[in-house]
């Protein structure tokens, strides 16, 4: 057993482990810590898969970024508990679904990835984001444009709807 | 040097129709603003502009005898029908516009002075600018009518000229010829609308025919393609035309509307129903001569149909008292004068008793009038005299008819001017030389002793009754003691009047001159010939003036032996009425012609209507097929579609279907729980169900 | 050199768990966190094909993945804002308004 799978099993473990954190945990609070290790223990495999500056974006997007929008909003409407979650006997279905979906998933790799590992070239080429910008500003600058018009509009759109609506007074035109 | 530029005058052609329509249009917009002089004004100036244009064609004509095609517009393009909207300009139809802008224009002159009594007299001065509107619509009209290069130009003015009689005998249409409120001048309109009608019908057959067996309508086209066709053909076209001219020239059978349209106003009478319209057969005859020279038979009917209706008309004006009556019944006499000499194929005799008779015969018309006015003005001042308000007068107090002859009498003293111009009508009328009837007569008679014998002999007798029943009226009107108050004070018309009655009384007693039957002075012959091909330009002959003029004087003297040797007093029985007894009862109605027409197509037809209308129309269409069979019919079909058809299958479809829906829907709304989770769910068991299947696959 | 499918079975547990976490939870807040995580789940098979096919389109991929992500916890964020404001929770078992 190499180094580099000890460190993917304790990294896998973690993940796992967080992630049934964030399922379980009573307080949204944590339940956003756990997300926030959950997404760095991701963002380490990205690098072991050679993808260091998808990594790098896991950590500052995700883990950065979004978490912190989580755990303001969390703090701006006071919902760090909530009681009367989680009524086993409604699980039944979830559950099971859930556990077949593990199966299938897993029986699905087995079936058809197998024991691959690497089948294209290795090393550096694939970890060089010089390479990556370059495919992404020119075989897919238009879905590049897109994303930012995207987030332009849920920008909009947030502020939209989380802005406070004045109360209309009966009679007046809106 | 101008006779050879005068070519150019050919282009003003349109304006012959355009002239008057101007002057209509003008009097229909501004009328009411131009006051009653401002209106004939207008109107006369557009007639005498037509005259105008109409003189210098005929100028432009005397350097080229050939004449013109005007082409203004094209009209008609369908399949191989094409027509132009062209003016004929030739020797022929530049006579016919002469004469009917030349009398038109008088005839406008005159009706400025005598509408204005007479709309007044009638209590309605509103009339006025109506009048004159349709006056100078006529014109128009007419201008068409002889001016057309085809057929169907021709027939657009002959329905023009239709409508405006119609118009114009219906002027004052509710009221009936000595103003009671009634509707008998409106049912002359109809009737006149109606014979003409008939005719029009025979015209458009005609014409249909031509079109059939020729190919097109235009004049050249059709007289150089006429002779190829089968003598059957021919008469059959001629036939139909005839019944066209009957009905517009007023022959038998049809003349009967022509004494009924006296209920216009006198310039109307004159102008329409004596000079002009009812000259529009004896035009088409002669414009159609090319048709009409190729059938003998034609000729002969023709020829025949019009010396009957001559000697029948006079035989009926013997009996008459109403002076226009006489006259109306006289212009039948004559224009089938005019109708058996263009018959016969003496066209240039025809034209020239068209257009001598169209002088003197508006000159009596017109006189007539200005006698009737005469005598409304003495009825008025006689009564005025007593009963002071003259206002109130304008009521009827009594029955008076100013055109009854047995109210009149003695009238020479008080009408002097008027008079003149009668006598001078009179003797033309009656042929008595020099004057213009003499010699336009007396040809016709000459032709019709060369072709026709027996049309020499019927027309013969009809000049001899025409002398005598102008005898008649003449001592009737002008002699004899006043039979009347109102005779007694008639007066004198004004100048306005009598002017263009002095004019047409010099054209009357001068009008011969055009066509004198001398060598070299047959003018309106040799004029004609350049449009007419075959023209026989006939010398005097002794023995047949003679004899006619024999018999007018002895018709007049006859006429003098019975009428003024022993003048009628008021109330006495006419002196034909003994002597002639019953044949007297049949002139003085009319020979019962229109009561025969009641009795034999009238009645008989309005029978027919009335079963058509009622038993076919109503009880059988109506009630039985529609009402029964196809109302119930329907109800019953439809019913069967909605109840069993409709309500039991289409519609129990679409309810079972409908159910199924609602049934289905309810149990699928419970899968609708609002629960974001139940939803996730859903999606969840179906990722699973597609990961099993690939897993399986 | 760890074979590709250890990391797609990790990301399929990882998947499966954040699918639980969508259906157990009733707080909305989690719910979008166990989306988040499904993202991630996806996102890491999309690294390890890339790698296992020595391509950029799955990193790339990724990339427009985390940028719709950060527009939609945006928007959902706003969402769960504006129901709060309304309603005073986010138990999304209380919203239920759309029942058929």
Known sequence: ?174 | MFLSESSRFFTLVPWIVFAPLLGMVVNMLFGKRLGEKGIGTVASLAAGAAFLVSVLLAVALAGHPEGAIVKFAEWIQIGPLALDWAFRVDTLSVTMMLVVSGVGTLIHIYAIGYMREDVRYKNDPGRYNRFFVFMNFFIAVMMILVSGDNYLMLFVGWEGVGLASYLLIGFWYDMDTLGRPSWANANAATKAFVANRVGDFGFLIAAFLIFWNIGSLQFDAVFAGAPALAPEILLLITVFMLIGVAGKSAQIPLYVWLPDAMAGPTPVSALIHAATMVTAGVYLVARSAPIFSLSHDAQYIVATLGAVTALFAATIAVGQYDIKKVLAYSTISQLGFMVAAVGMGAYVAGMFHLVTHAFFKALLFLSAGSVILGLERGHHQGHSSDAGDPHELAEPVETFDPADMRNMGGLRRQMPVTFWVYMIGTLALAGIFPFAGFWSKDEILLDASLHFPHVYWILSAAAFLTAFYMGRQVWMVFFGPARHPAAAHAQESPPVITVPLIILAVLSALGGLINLPVSGFQQLGHWLEHTLSEVELLPFNGAIAGLSTVLALAALALSWFLYQRKPLETGDPDPLAKPLGLAFVGMQNKWFIDEAYQFVIIRPYARLAKFLAETLDWDFLHEWLHDSIIVSGFVGLARFLADPVDLGVVDKISTLLADWVRETSETLREMQTGFVRHYALSVLVGVVAILGYLLLK | MIPISYYLILSAILFSLGALGVLLRRNALVIFMSIELMLNAANLTFVAFSRLYGSFDGQIFVFFVMAVAAAEVAVGLALVVAIYRSRNTIDIDSMNSLKG
């Open chain 1, 1 to 174: 057993m190499s180094l580099e799978m000890i460190l993917f099993f304790v990294l896998a473990l973690i993940a796992i482990g967080t992630a049934v954190g964030v399922l379980l945990s009573r307080s949204t609070v944590y339940a956003a810590l756990y997300l926030v290790v959950n997404f760095v223990s991701v963002a380490i495999f990205y690098l072991l898969l050679d993808a260091p500056f998808i990594a790098l974006s896991q950590v500052a997007v995700y883990a950065g970024a979004i978490m912190v929008l989580f755990l303001f909003v969390i703090m701006l409407l006071g919902l760090e508990n909530i009681a009367g979650e989680l009524q086993w006997q409604k699980m039944i279905w979830p559950l099971g679904m859930g556990a077949i979906l593990l199966v299938e998933g897993v029986f699905l790799v087995i079936q058809r990835v197998g024991q691959n590992t690497y089948i294209g070239s290795t090393g550096t080429a694939l970890s060089d984001p010089a390479l990556l910008a370059k495919v992404l500003f020119t075989d897919y600058a238009l879905p590049f444009e897109l994303t930012a018009v995207l987030l332009l509009v849920a920008m909009i759109g947030a502020i939209v709807m989380s802005k406070h609506e004045k109360p209309v007074k009966e009679g007046q035109p809106r």
